[in-house]
């Protein structure tokens, strides 16, 4: 052996420089450079295109969200929106209702919600106590006491048969058995 080649390291890369293979180039059927070149190009293009799109579609909804949005075909009006009658104190337009129903004059300055429940709470039992009213001012029932009253004397109508059996709130069910044409009692 000799001196140069013991004083090597053994993971050193030998000088191969004067090795020379014309025969062994670069072939242009393992890699297209020029289509990698245009396809990253496309890829950046795109990109940025999607990226201004974006850009344009969040200005699109930001400016429509600004906007007061229009009521569908199917939304209820002001009007519609109020809860039925009897409705409770601060809705709209129930304190003048309430005034009105209680003979005082309307005034446009909102009312005290006691106020509402005060004279709300005298209607009811002027209702109970003389009987309820109907638009026109008509009496369309009978005090609780007249009612009462009227019930003891008369009596509570009762069944003619006598007292209820379970048998009584049966339902007759047709059978499967007879195919429809024979019930019993369930």
Do not use: C
Request: glycine share 8%.
């Amino acid at each position: 052996m000799s001196k140069d080649h013991d004083n090597i390291h053994r993971t050193e890369t030998p000088d191969v420089s004067h090795i020379r293979n014309i025969e062994v180039t670069h072939e242009r059927s393992d890699v297209n450079v020029g289509a990698i070149v245009k396809f990253v190009l496309f890829l950046t293009l795109l990109t940025v295109v999607v990226y201004v799109l974006m850009w344009g579609m969040f200005r699109l909804f930001q400016a429509q969200a600004q906007k007061e949005p229009v009521p569908g075909p199917m939304a209820m009006s002001e009007a519609e929106r109020l809860p039925p009658e009897p409705r409770l104190q601060g809705a709209q337009g129930f304190g003048s209702e309430l005034a009105k129903a209680a003979g005082e004059p309307d005034s446009k300055v909102p009312r005290d919600p006691e106020w509402e429940i005060s004279v709300l709470h005298q209607l009811w039992e002027d209702g109970l106590k003389h009987g309820l009213r109907d638009a026109n001012g008509q009496v369309v029932g009978m005090p609780i006491e007249e009612a009462m009253k009227k019930v003891a004397a008369g009596g509570l109508p009762s069944r003619a048969n006598g007292p209820l059996k379970m048998e009584d709130f049966a339902l007759r069910i047709p059978t499967a058995a007879s195919s429809g044409r024979v019930t019993e009692k369930r």
